[in-house]
Structure formats: C-alpha cells, structure tokens
C-alpha cells in the first residue's frame, strides 16, 4: 500500500471512530449481518487449491472477473465486514472504495473473484482515517458491476453507515 493510500486510511478510521452512525433497518429492527460466502450462490463451486505450487498460482492468476452474485440480494440493505481499497475522495473525506474480505486485495495481491468485491460509493463520504482498519459497512446493495483499473466488481453498495469491527 503507498504510503499516502495507508495515511487515509489511518485518518479515515480516526473520523469513524468519531463520527455519529446513520442506522439502517430490515423490517425487523436489524440489519442483516453477511459474511463473505454469502455473496456467492449455494450451487457455485469454487476450486480450491491443493498444494501450495497451486496456490501460488491462484494468487498470481488473473482475477476471476464473471463471478456469479446472489441475485436475492439485489435491493437489500445489509451489513458486512471489510477491508478498503480507497478510490475517490481526500485526506479528510473518502466518497468511493472497493470493500474487500482480506487486506491487501487489489493492492497487494490479485483482486479476488468479482463476487468478492464490493464497490461502495458514500454521498457525504466517510472519514478516511476508518479505512486503515478492519471496518463494518451497512448499506443497500445492488447486483450491478463495476469495473476500475484495480478490478471488476459483482455488487455495488450505496454505504449508509461505517464502524469500526474488533473481531478480525
């Protein structure tokens, strides 16, 4: 990570941590809370690498770019943790991030299938200092992809609220 993309997100994390949340509710009172897996249909079966020479090679492959999405999740408002890939936006404000299941996706390492990938836009941005840490995102997803220079994307999120997570 270069080290002005690792100074927003120290000082994207100092604005969360300060930042009052907007709350976002199912019809039961609560969010659901997804993990990664949940992003990928119950009858898709991914290849798992055997070995550690196939392993190697998965990481250093191209991205797996038409990875099936959950289209029942279209619409849905949900909350999901992550890491950030900033985009768009300052040292104070961060407007547009790819949110990712492990750090260094897309930086570091070969970007994960596309429906690994979540592009997340913020109308009045997120403090930068929240995005140097593992995070919580809550917010409406959509099964539209998008592609950037670092990768193709599965789902689009438009992001309602971001918090710290302590459980990575």
Do not use: R
């Amino acid at each position: 990570m270069s080290f002005l993309a690792s100074f927003f997100f120290c000082l994207t994390l100092l604005f969360a941590l300060t930042t009052p949340v907007v709350s976002a509710q199912d019809a039961k009172g609560k969010v659901p809370e997804l993990e990664w897996s949940d992003l990928v249909p119950k009858d898709y079966q991914v290849e798992i690498p055997t070995s550690i020479e196939h392993i190697g090679q998965a990481m250093a492959g191209p991205q797996s770019i038409n990875a099936p999405v959950v289209e029942e999740l279209d619409g849905k408002t949900i909350k999901i943790p992550g890491f950030v890939v900033p985009l768009e936006g300052d040292d104070e404000v961060v407007t547009e991030f790819l949110l990712v299941p492990y750090f260094g996706a897309c930086v570091h390492v070969p970007p994960p299938p596309s429906n690994q990938i979540i592009h997340v836009t913020m109308e009045k941005g997120a403090p930068a200092s929240a995005f140097y840490d593992p995070i919580w995102i809550t917010g409406t997803i959509s099964t539209e992809t998008w592609k950037g220079d670092l990768a193709q994307v599965g789902y689009k999120m438009k992001g309602l609220e971001v918090a710290p997570y302590d459980d990575f």
